[in-house]
């Protein structure tokens, strides 16, 4: 069932239950009110009427004429009065037509002194009865009746008047429960269709101002919003990054064709096919190196961070010995820095190889941005639970309006960007998913240089006791 009826139906029958049950409740409370009215009058006129009874002759009593005091009625009403003798046999009676036995009635023969009402029926009349015992004739007793139709009337107009309302509160019921269920309704339809749009590919679908019904909806709609945002984002940072891999595995690949069919448009000497195919080895090289680029990258993203940990020390010598060819080559100096002893024996969480690279990725960063004669620092200092590794040069430095985005995969500084042979915009990214997913972190000390960059490595210590 469609949740706009379920809600109708739950609304309507829940409020006309309730409304039937309040209205037959206060109709029986009103006509017993009424009902014992009429009897407390009854019972007063009973008395004096059986006092104005004569019994000079007890198997002929004489009774008075007069008339009936009935409750809310303004004119006198017929009253029906009957004498019985202790057989319960009417012995004189006034106004009836046909005279009941007190047996018919449901009286019982020994009366209780306060006496007993009774319901009845004369000439198609609504009657109420009250039998009372005679004091004065042990024995008999005396039946005074008066008709019934002002408190019939009344619970009959009562009853009309509940119905009616009924009614009309079912249909107002019926129609705000169905406004009510389709507002409900429409916002989860709402939610559901940008759910739908989304799935279907269109990223820009938002809820946003058009769930206008309950805070629970407009939360829901506001949690789908940011998720649908979240989800672009991050779809748009995976185009960016796939668009600039395919680019830049594309640029060495170009020139590694144009190099091949220049080389076999005429005859060469050995020595110039050598030179060509020396050259044609350094671009796959570089290939090589971005493909392994980009896998760490993508690994580094997807996988979970792996539980080993690594001597400080060892990492060190990992990264500068790997860094020192390219140092050496630009005739800058690489001096390392171990500061405290207990540095030796310091052990940091995350996989030693994985380490060595960010670690090495920094270092050559440093080196490539320095000039023959400068040094790139390395000093390590421990800080609680964590390790850190700043790696210090004396270049140019990293130009103010570069440092938000050098940690981007594909960034390149202002300075970097015209020139081809200055690395692809990975190693920041590499360094710092690397730190990251062994509870580290790369970062650059915005308070240093220029001239000269600070990166710093922050790294997790290891529990003392623990194995690689
Ligand atoms: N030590 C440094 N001094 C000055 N600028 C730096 C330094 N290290 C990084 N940068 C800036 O950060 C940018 C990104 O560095 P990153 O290491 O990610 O890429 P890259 O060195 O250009 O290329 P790749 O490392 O992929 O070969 C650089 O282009 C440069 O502008
Ligand atoms: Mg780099």
Known sequence: MRLRN???LAVTTVTVLTLAAASVATLLLVRREELLDLDRALFAQARLVSRLVSLTDPLHPVLTEGAAEVPEHYEPSTQYVAVYDDNGTPLAWQSFRVVPRLSELGVRKHLP???ASADLEEDGKSLRAIVIPMRRQPGYSLLYAASREEVDADVVFLGRLYAILLVVASILTIIVARWFGRRLASDVQEIASIARTVAQGDLGARAGERIRGSTETRELAA??????????ALVVAQRTFISHAAHELMSPLATLRGELQLALRRPRSVQEHEDVLKQALDDVQSLVTLSEDLLTLARAETTAGAP???ALTDLIADATRAAKGGAIARGVAIIERRGEANVQATRVRGARRELSRALRNLI????????????????????GDEARIVVEDEGPG?????RQGIFEPFFRGARERGESDQGVGLGLAIARQIARRSGGDVELDARFGPPGARFVLLLSRALPGADT
């Open 398 to 402: 990293v130009v103010p309006s570069d």
């Open 308 to 310: 080993a940990e690594t």
């Open 364 to 383: 050559d960063n440093a080196v490539s941005h320095s000039k023959t004669g400068q040094s790139v620092t390395i000093a390590v200092g421990l800080e």
């Open 6 to 8: 379920r809600v109708t």
């Open 113 to 115: 002194p306060d006496g």
């Open 223 to 232: 949690d789908l919003d940011h998720m649908i945002s979240q989800l672009s």
